[in-house]
């Protein structure tokens, strides 16, 4: 038989705020974290706007000398890690440590490292070159550490798959769950790459908006008419997933039952969809089969959504595809719109912000949205929070390399 699981903490670092509680305040009143880059002069850059965490200061999750010898993205994961547990409630002294592990993934991991260190070893030579380079930059150190910190020896890896590293990595954790490899999970993704070359590159893809310079506020539109590419974003969205016996037994807050997960590729174009979209069709269609769904159950989904010309015609027309007449009966909403892109973080914090929207019956909006798009018809809960109860949600990633993956999570009945 297999296992049920639920989610029953929650930890995120994003640009619209730290912790639960300011993430959701500025969710449901559509509050956007876009202004000029800080971290460099991007004048000479076609995009000079991003989606800091303005206020991230690591010494309030990390020790100080241990947050030194850790990449941006790792800190980012240690602070999420520190918010979940907490959240949860857990009681170290009382868990089989053995039986918990860390699934957190990322899609570029430690880039201000091996920036910085780059250039030490051409000013200085190879003999100045921190040795800490390599265990800093390295995806899986995130997950690694936070295993250190709370010593968990179970299942324990990053997951990498560009802007689909989020969900790949709660499916997973989901199905070491569901088939008892553990009892409880820290799963989700992040990530800390707004830097001068990981600006450059995306840039260069023609990925990022050149458009809102001058004003940030408007640069993420998702599913607009007048959308023009994304916002480069950073942070964290982990979450605590327990086996529902696990968490049962110890008294937790349940905030949702993870029901199903699918994964698959387009093998089309290393950046571009399928403007057919056939894979993130199958995907969901997957989740649904896993979660033992039907579609016109689904009551919300929080949607890749990334505010370029592609993606949110192919997510539009791939939506309509797997929920037919039900597709028009959809909430639909891009966290995107006030967070920008938070590349491998984003379907966590995604995630998390659909698990907000159902606790508090409040759907939260998509922002920006002003000018329909014929080939985006469907219900993007524009420009304002709306009331509604969801008992169903599903969630999308789609990243760089044709990966699709889908997460369903429903409301818990006992």
């Not at 939260?364 to 014929?374: K, Q, V």
Request: aromatic share 8%; glycine share 10%; net charge neutral.
């Amino acid at each position: 038989m297999k296992n049920r699981v639920v989610i029953t903490g929650i930890g995120i670092v994003s640009p619209i705020g730290i912790g639960k509680e300011r993430y959701w305040d500025a969710l449901k009143n559509g509050r956007n974290g876009f202004g000029r880059i800080s971290f460099f002069d991007p004048t000479v850059y076609p995009c000079h706007i991003d989606a800091e965490v303005r206020d991230f200061q690591p010494e309030q999750f990390i020790e100080k000398k241990k947050a030194r010898r850790m990449d941006r993205f790792t800190q980012f994961a240690m602070a999420g890690a520190k918010m979940a547990v907490e959240d949860a409630r857990l009681d170290l002294t009382k868990l089989n440590l053995e039986r918990c592990g860390v699934i957190v993934g990322s899609g570029i991991g430690g880039l201000p490292t091996i920036e910085a260190e780059h250039s030490v070893l051409l000013e200085k030579g190879p003999k100045r070159v921190s040795p800490f380079l390599i265990p800093m930059l390295i995806t899986n150190i995130a997950p690694g550490e936070i295993a250190i910190e709370y010593g968990f020896t179970g299942p324990n890896y990053s997951v990498s798959s560009a802007c689909a590293t989020s969900n790949h990595a709660l499916g997973e954790a989901f199905r070491h769950l569901r088939y008892g490899d553990a009892d409880l999970l820290i799963a989700g993704g992040t990530e800390g790459a707004i830097t001068p070359l990981g600006v450059a590159g995306f840039c260069q893809a023609r990925a990022l908006t050149i458009s809102f310079n001058d004003n940030p506020a408007k640069s993420s539109r998702p599913f607009d008419k007048n959308r023009s590419g994304f916002v480069m974003g950073e942070g964290c969205g982990v979450v605590i997933m327990e086996t529902l016996e696990h968490a049962q037994a110890r008294g937790a807050k349940i905030y949702a039952e993870f029901v199903g997960y699918g994964a698959t590729d387009d093998a089309y174009h290393i950046t571009a969809p399928n403007p057919e979209g056939h894979a993130a069709v199958r995907a969901m269609q997957l989740a649904l089969a896993d979660g033992n769904v039907r579609p016109e159950e689904v009551d919300y989904v929080n949607a890749h959504g990334t505010s370029t010309e592609l993606n949110d015609k192919t997510e539009t027309a791939a939506i309509k595809k797997v929920f037919g007449d039900h597709a028009r009966k959809l909430a639909i909403s891009s966290t995107k719109s006030m967070t920008g892109h938070l590349l491998g973080a984003a379907g966590g914090a995604e995630l998390i912000a659909t698990l907000l929207s159902m606790e508090n019956k409040l759907i939260h909006p998509t922002i920006n949205y002003e000018t329909p798009d014929p080939e985006c018809d469907l219900d993007y809960v524009p420009n304002t929070a709306r009331p509604g109860e969801i008992r169903c949600a599903l969630s999308n990633s789609l990243g760089f390399g044709g990966h699709n993956a889908s997460l369903i999570a429903k409301k818990f009945v006992g």
